[in-house]
């Protein structure tokens, strides 16, 4: 009777936010980076405690700041795996206007740690790399450009990313940090690529880089000595990369034991850019793969989701989100196998680093978001088959 | 077949019915767009495979490589063979007979494993009554917060090594160390400088160049493929052991703070002996000087001889006459004016202790008797341009390049304008600091017939063909005159029957931190070249504050300080290095008398 004159409880049309987001999440990929930053934890008992015991600190001072900046990433990283699309969109633009503001303090306000390379701004108890928090931000905005770059009559989108991408490379590289331009350089051309690059274009893009790789190992000490050593066929023991390589031959398929490694004493990046030489130490072979094996199912899991997706944006930004996140583990790993040249660039989730940890819990809250389950209108296809 | 966007036709035939004709071109346009996205979307679906399918590749190369690796064994093998991975990394230095100066020795470094240590307690007192610096109280619990590795101790004598095997407990290991030793102590510390361990690892541990020539020479020294091959010095160890003495006891004797010595040959530039006083053990380095405030000099690691920059007082005068000579501006007897004191400007140039050697002065007798007055009037004579370069020339205005890690550190002090009256000061040693090594290498040149030679710590083959800064004409004038400064001048004491010894004196008022100069602190100088009829070597002595106190009143000049040392050093060191004294005719008429 009451509904009869009151009208019916609106009825709730769409399903509560968390079973839908359970529902459409992909779990495999979550789950795989809660074990990465489990991974990055259990290393960092090991990894961290000789840069403790150097700056006269408790042993595991920096396992607890990795797990209080970890579990806010956890926490930031589902959040944005809530959000549509569009709302995605407007953060990730959002963030991207806030990073390159912040970038383009760097050299008033930034500080450089004494490592050559001004990258922080230091709060005292904590530092922040906006290049981090750049990332992210930089494939959305581009994906969005692309995206509308798609429609007819679109502004000219491809161009405007493109020169987007050319100021923050020129920024990243007056720090210098070549490796972070790098990467931009590579999100825009995987976005671009996937949005419909011409070959022929393709093939210009990747010959530019060559050459201004070249032209920066001709006018940068810092970064020739790195090339230098990666090109030089033996390894000096004595270096970061003999090191590494020789802790993964000491760790064996089943490493030399929790705690005996003796990497982490030698290497003063054993925590970030070579912890992978620590996981492959003291767990040897079986945890380098499994952490491996983690990284390829995000990827490439995440990349097959796209597949189906219809929305160019959507399409695109996971595809570069995707990328760069694989992109930097590969690298990482990469270099300490000698595959690539020695460059900083840390393990996403497992390396210890606040900004770092937190970056890619945003990363991989938005591909999360943008890799969800959700109606993609498949049926038309099928109709279209018949036409 | 495109659709056109508006088909006339069409357009036509919707306004005959009266509907909007735009609704057709949105209609056409909607469809365009979905052929459009069609497309790109089919286009990007094969991209993110290829994207997929070479992320997948790459990570399964990288997977295989680190496989690989994992596979293979680790070079420095573990434990089969302890010992085999650190034979002789790092090159010995020998001196240029092939002595040792520099070797390594292998001991052990201990370490502690508490995982496996069956009675930690018992073990930190043992290890405590070994080592007395080490508590046990800290040992135990070092032992006993969980860790499963610590250092103990980086190196063990023999002796220690067995008390602690005596302990016996397993959580006790040791692992080889390359020690460097310096079997000679002291001797030629400051060219040796010192090393210490770089990166340790339970196998090996990397011994590192902390100063001196094992700093500056660090990569030869740890290059493998040279790791047989001794690094030969120029140093004669004989020579320098005697140096050393006859310079401490010196030191010692006059109440120097410091003293330094350099010889030098003076055709290759090689450095026979170099040191500096007080020394230190490279075996057992002691800390640098934290206090900031704390003068350089204070500590035994400061080299004077390369590091120490001093105004060299009167030893620079032979410069403004051998220069003048090469001009032709004077000759050795030409007369010059040495009228004490001479006004210039406001200043007031006076000779030592306000004497008056004037009216008129030989340039000879100028360098004889070190008229400030006579050298400032023969520097007026070349200007300042032509004594910059001069002095350029002969590598003040350049740190040395001699292969100590310090010696680019230790740039001369120049002044930075050049007037007329810093001219004067200049010519005769004030107002421009340089180090005892520039002034060995610019005596060389005058020793040697006018050529720079390049000092140097190595064992040269041959003399080295330098700049020619003086014509061999001035230079024998030079030496010449040097001479006369020990037969009749200020260098008296420096006679040493049989060598002819030349050279200059110079003292020069210490200067003081707050600008001025001290009145009664010297650094005295005693530059020589010797046999005066043919040099063969440079020699430069100096003396930080030394008093002579055997007179009745304290004495400062470098005449009864650094003179008679140098004389002593002469005496000793020139039958050593093989030259033969130039006896007086009387003493072979005295052997061949004696033979009959």
């Known amino acids: 009777m009451t509904d009869m004159v009151y009208g019916s409880n609106p009825v709730r049309v769409t399903e509560p936010v968390l079973p839908r987001w359970w529902r459409t999440i992909d779990k495999w990929t979550l ?110 905005v581009t994906a969005w450009l692309i995206a509308a770059s798609q429609e007819i009559n679109s502004p000219p989108g491809k161009s405007i990313s493109f020169a987007i991408a050319l100021i923050v490379v020129a920024f990243l590289a007056m720090q210098p940090d070549f490796g972070q331009a790098a990467l931009i350089v590579f999100a825009w051309g995987v976005i671009y690529f996937v949005g419909g690059a011409p070959m022929t274009l393709i093939g210009v893009v990747g010959g530019l880089v060559t050459a201004f790789g070249f032209v920066f190992y001709e006018s940068s000490e810092h970064f020739a000595r790195r090339i230098d050593g990666f090109l030089s066929p033996d390894v000096d023991p004595r270096t970061q990369l003999g090191y590494a390589a020789n802790a993964i031959q000491e760790g064996g398929f089943f490493g030399v034991g929790v705690g005996e490694g003796q990497v982490k004493w030698s290497l003063p990046d054993a925590h970030t850019d070579f912890i992978i030489a620590v996981a492959a130490e003291e767990y040897g072979l079986i945890l380098v793969l499994i952490i491996l094996a983690l990284y390829g199912l995000i990827v490439v899991r995440s990349l097959m989701r796209l597949v189906k997706e219809r929305d160019p944006f959507t399409r695109l930004a996971g595809a570069g989100l995707a990328c760069i996140f694989g992109v930097q583990a590969m690298i990482n790993m990469g270099v300490a196998v000698r595959l690539l040249p020695a460059k ?12 770092s940890v937190i970056a890619a819990g945003i990363t991989m809250g938005m591909l999360l978001a943008l890799s969800r389950a959700r ?13 | 077949m495109r659709t056109p966007l508006r088909p006339l036709a069409r357009i036509l035939h ?67 063979a302890p010992g085999a991975e650190i034979i002789a990394q790092r090159a010995d230095i020998v001196d240029r007979n092939g002595r040792i100066l520099a070797t390594n020795i292998t001991t052990h470094a201990l370490y502690a ?77 400051h060219v040796l400088g010192g090393t210490s361990f770089g990166a340790e690892g339970v196998h090996s541990a990397e011994v590192i160049g902390t100063a001196g020539i094992e700093k500056a020479l660090d990569a030869r020294l740890r290059d493998p493929a040279q790791g047989d091959k001794p690094l030969t010095l120029s140093l004669d160890l004989s020579v320098q052991a005697t140096i050393e003495e006859v310079l401490y006891a010196g030191m010692t004797m006059l109440n120097a703070k410091g003293a330094a010595a350099i010889l030098m040959d003076v055709r290759t530039g090689e450095i026979v002996a170099l040191t500096s006083l007080p020394t230190f053990d490279p075996n057992d380095r002691p800390n640098p000087l934290v206090d900031k405030n704390a003068e350089p000099g204070d500590s035994p690691l400061f080299n004077r001889a390369v590091q120490g920059v001093y105004e060299l007082g009167s030893t620079f005068k032979i410069f403004a006459v051998a220069q003048a000579l090469e001009l032709g501006l004077v000759a050795p007897e030409t007369l010059v004016d040495a009228n004490a004191p001479m006004q210039w400007g406001k200043h007031r140039i006076k000779e030592f202790e306000g004497k008056n050697y004037g009216p008129l002065l030989s340039v000879t007798d100028v360098i004889a008797k070190s008229s400030n007055v006579g050298t400032a009037h023969i520097a007026l004579m070349i200007g300042p341009l032509r004594q910059q370069a001069f002095l350029k020339s002969l590598g003040f205005f350049e740190a040395t390049p001699v292969e100590l890690i310090e010696a680019p550190g230790a740039r001369p002090l120049i002044p930075r304008k050049w007037p007329e009256i810093v001219t004067i000061t200049t010519s005769y040693g004030h107002g421009m600091s340089a180090s005892p090594l520039h002034l060995a290498a610019a005596y060389a040149a005058i020793g040697n017939g006018g050529v720079m030679v390049k000092p140097t710590l190595l064992k040269r083959e041959g003399p080295t063909t330098g700049v020619r800064v003086m014509s061999e004409k001035t230079a024998h004038e030079a030496v010449i005159m040097l001479r006369r400064v020990v037969t009749e001048g200020t260098a008296s004491l ?5 060598y002819e010894v030349a050279g200059k004196t110079g003292t020069a008022d210490k200067p003081m931190r707050t600008g001025g100069y001290y009145k009664d602190k010297v650094v005295n100088t005693f530059a020589s070249v010797f046999p005066a009829s043919n040099p063969q070597y440079v020699l430069i002595v ?22 008679p040392v140098a004389a002593e050093i002469i005496r000793r060191v020139a039958p050593i290095m093989g030259l033969r004294p130039k006896l007086e005719p009387v003493a072979t008429d005295a052997v061949t008398a004696a033979s009959n």
């Open chain 2, 542 to 563: 100096t003396l930080d504050e030394p008093i002579d106190t055997s007179g009745s009143e304290p004495r400062r000049t470098a005449g009864w300080t650094a003179v």
């Open chain 1, 31 to 140: 789950t795989s980076v809660f074990v990465l930053f489990g991974i990055g934890l259990l290393l960092g008992l090991a990894a961290s405690v000789p840069l403790a015991t150097r700056n006269g600190l408790e042993p595991f001072y920096y396992v607890q700041r990795q797990a209080f900046f970890g579990l806010i990433a956890l926490v930031v990283m589902i959040a944005i795996s809530m959000m549509s699309p569009p709302m995605v969109r407007r953060l990730g633009v959002l963030g991207f206007a806030v990073a390159m503001v912040a970038l383009m303090l760097l050299p008033f306000i930034g500080t450089d740690f004494g490592k050559g390379a001004v990258r922080w701004f230091s709060f005292g108890f904590a530092s922040v790399q906006p290049s981090e928090f750049l990332k992210p931000g930089f494939v959305i």
């Open chain 1, 344 to 355: 900083g660039m840390t393990l996403p989730f497992v390396s210890y680093g606040g900004s």
């Open chain 2, 113 to 189: 494993n508490p995982k496996v240590m069956v009675d930690p307690k018992g073990v930190a007192q043992k290890l405590a009554e070994i080592f007395p610096d080490m508590k046990a109280k800290d040992l135990e619990r070092r032992f006993t917060d969980g860790r499963s590795f610590l250092w103990v101790r980086k190196v063990l004598s023999p002796e220690q090594m067995q008390r602690v095997h005596e302990i016996g407990d397993p959580g006790l290991l040791f692992g080889p160390r390359e020690m460097r030793l310096y079997p000679n102590g002291t001797l030629a510390a």
């Open chain 2, 14 to 80: 919707a306004r005959q019915q009266g509907e909007n004709p735009d609704t057709i071109e949105r209609e056409n346009l909607r469809l365009r767009h979905e052929a459009m996205r069609d497309k790109s979307r089919a286009r990007a679906e094969f991209r993110l495979l290829v994207l997929g399918l070479a992320f997948f590749a790459a990570f399964t190369t990288i997977g295989a490589r680190m496989g690989l690796l994992a596979a293979t064994e680790p070079v420095e093998p573990r434990a089969s």
């Open chain 1, 375 to 387: 109606p993609r209108g498949e049926i038309s296809d099928i109709f279209k088959r018949g036409r």
């Open chain 2, 494 to 498: 420096g006679e040493v029957p049989g």
